[in-house]
């Protein structure tokens, strides 16, 4: 059973070049060859140019598809991935159409496993984690009150006037600041078409504590499925957002006021002026913070308050985002040869074995990771 790794782009390599050095056999697919080389060829030569076709007519039952590439990718490399009774793994959110895929995958016994990298994918272990404590716990109840909260951001280690650096081109935040969002508050669903309508504070309980900005994004709602929420649970907040900066909402004023009218011309011209002025140096380091937070309330008390909190940085491994992403994609890799994935498209696993050993894993890319018991 071989990994076809397909993308060696800046949040793929150190999870790749785990893989290698556990010594699973992986073929490493990249349309440049030379980068390729330069983040894996000091470890394996099995390293091609990235071609459809050719990727097709190397697959084998039992192998893996990994699809670091672009979102656009991922679908076809699913399907492709279907046809020759092979798995497949992605970072990304769960698409419409990679959803539509379930049945095929059963039929075929393939798992097709998404959202397993940082966000999604760490805060998902996070949530399963939390949720599955409390409903263990003597505070459980149904007619508790619900407050769930997860913000995840990139950050700066060391903060710019701009609250805020890029390690590609920025089109991509551009065009999510467009996004609108459904989220939950005072247990009422609540619909914003734009981040900046909706920006709060959250103050995450770190060693030295630290307020930041942030906001919904996404459709938060299924996921009250996908972390297990009991349907007769009372929810009065939850949401999944994006954590800032403190002074972001101020330095991105002039953004806000032109990035929702702006066609596409202008968004990479605003991108690139972007990039150039707030763009990370060479080895400047990163920062990477992770609050999940559960709340449970009855009359009014907090009976039971968790959180998952997360902080890293980039240091003499590299970037904390590229380990943080890529690192719990090849964890998902081997879980699949394990067998201990099932068939059908998936988001991160809710297995209590497997949510334990990744974020024990987890806890070896960050420098801060615990659980903060707020009534302990």
Not at 16 to 27: F, P, S, Y
Not at 115 to 133: K, N, S, Y
Not at 152 to 178: D, E, H, I, Q, T
Not at 237 to 243: M, P, S
Request: hydrophobic share 45%.
């Amino acid at each position: 059973m071989r990994v076809h790794w397909c993308g060696t782009g800046l949040s793929s390599v150190p999870g790749l070049r785990r893989l290698i050095e556990g010594g699973r056999a992986v073929t490493v697919w990249n349309r440049t060859l030379d980068k390729a080389r330069a983040a894996v060829g000091d470890l394996t030569d099995d390293i091609r140019v990235f071609d459809p076709t050719a990727l097709s007519a190397a697959l084998s039952e039992g192998d893996v598809v990994v699809s670091m590439l672009p979102g656009d990718w991922h679908v076809d490399l699913a399907q492709m991935a279907i046809e020759a009774k092979a798995h497949f793994v992605s970072s990304s959110y769960i698409a419409p159409e990679m959803r539509a895929l379930d049945s095929a995958a059963k039929m075929a016994g393939v798992a097709l496993v998404n959202e397993v990298g940082l966000d999604p994918g760490i805060d998902h272990l996070m949530a399963h984690h939390l949720v599955t404590d409390y409903i263990k716990s003597g505070a459980y109840d149904n007619e508790n009150v619900i407050s769930f909260k997860s913000y995840c951001g990139g950050v700066p280690k060391v903060s710019n006037a701009f609250r805020y650096k890029f390690s590609w081109a920025p089109v991509g935040v551009l065009k999510a600041l467009r996004s609108p969002s459904k989220s939950i508050r005072h247990f009422t669903e609540l619909e914003v078409k734009r981040p900046w309508d909706a920006i709060s504070r959250y103050d995450a309980p770190l060693p030295q504590p630290e307020a930041f900005e942030v906001y919904p994004n996404r459709d938060s709602l299924p996921f009250m499925a996908d972390y297990r929420f009991d349907p007769r649970w009372q929810v009065k907040e939850f949401v999944r957002g994006t954590l800032r900066l403190n002074g972001w909402a101020e330095a991105w004023r002039d953004v806000f006021a032109e990035v929702g009218t702006a066609d596409e011309a202008r968004l990479t011209e605003m991108a690139a002026d972007l990039l150039a002025k707030n763009a990370y140096a060479d080895g400047e380091a990163d920062r990477v913070v992770l609050c999940v937070d559960l709340l449970v309330e009855r009359d009014g008390h907090a009976v039971w308050h968790k959180t998952y909190v997360m902080d890293a940085w980039g240091d003499e491994r590299g970037t904390a985002m590229a380990r943080l992403v890529s690192v719990p994609v090849s964890l998902a890799i081997e879980a699949v040869l394990n067998r201990e994935i099932a068939p059908g498209v998936t988001p991160a696993p809710h297995d209590p074995k497997l949510v334990t050993r990744w974020l024990d894993e987890v806890q070896t890319l960050a420098q801060h990771l615990m659980v903060v018991d707020h009534l302990a």
